[in-house]
């Protein structure tokens, strides 16, 4: 057998793993829900919303990237193959242990904050940068705007993968042959050992915890609701309260408003989670399987 032929053994070899070993292995400490929490319970139903998107959304990426991997081999050219094989299995193997699949789930963290981050941060850089130059008494096009929003994502974004590659021990190897495998075999590679490290660790732990979740948020509806509704009369009454203050009720009329869009809008938001669970799990049970 070449080592090209074990390099694509072992790419399927993994999926089987992925599919033999999934779940997560720790017990952990059973908490109380927070849903009887009225700051809770309101953005709860959007969170649960958003929760339900990112798992579709990774579900879609691992599918993407399960097609894709037998061909990872063949974005090669004459590599050393005994590397490249062990440079796969570590990818594989390193997200499965207790740190690196931790870091990875800060990872999704950090990256998800970081995109939602980045337009406020370019507009408060744009603006500084626009005062400054008003100071000097130089007349500004905007022609930098879109410059300080691209640079703050690239730089987010070189962040983030430079953090990534810290935890895995392939990326760091293959730093150390960078040079033996050629400017362009090493950064095929490190794309695909990036890739492989991020499918093993969904498939095998971030994909439950999230379907974990999910069922989570799911099981606590009722409360939920019960929540919202005894805040909503809560902060009714202190509206409607002669004695209250002006500043009091102006508040209180605020958060009536957002707790009331919470609860309208709360049923369909469960139900269309809800409905799609079966198919969810249904679709990742064949991700899984789908190269064995």
Known sequence: MSLRHFSRCFLSLALFVFAACG???????????????????LSQPAEMEANAARFDAELSQAQTLLEQL???????????????????QDANDAPRTEDVAEGFAEQTLLTEYLAEASAEQAKRAERAVE????????????KFRGGIKYALEAANTDALKERLGKMLGCIQELELEREALGKDNATALEEQLFAIAWMSWWLHVGSDKALQKLERQ???????QDTLDKAIAERQRRVDDPEGSKASKKESETQLASLKTAREGFEA????????????????????????
């Open 131 to 142: 005062s400054t130059l008003q100071k000097e008494g130089v007349v500004s096009e905007a």
């Open 218 to 224: 799911l099981a606590e509806s009722d409360t939920i």
């Open 269 to 292: 938001k469960r139900n269309a989670v809800q409905d799609g669970m079966e198919k969810r799990r249904t679709a990742l049970k064949t991700a899984r399987e789908q190269y064995l």
């Open 70 to 88: 037998p061909n990872y081999p063949d974005a090669l050219s004459a590599p050393d193959w005994q590397l490249v094989g062990k440079l796969y």
């Open 23 to 41: 779940g997560p292995q720790n017990q952990q400490t059973q908490l109380p829900s927070s849903a009887q929490s009225p700051a809770y319970a």
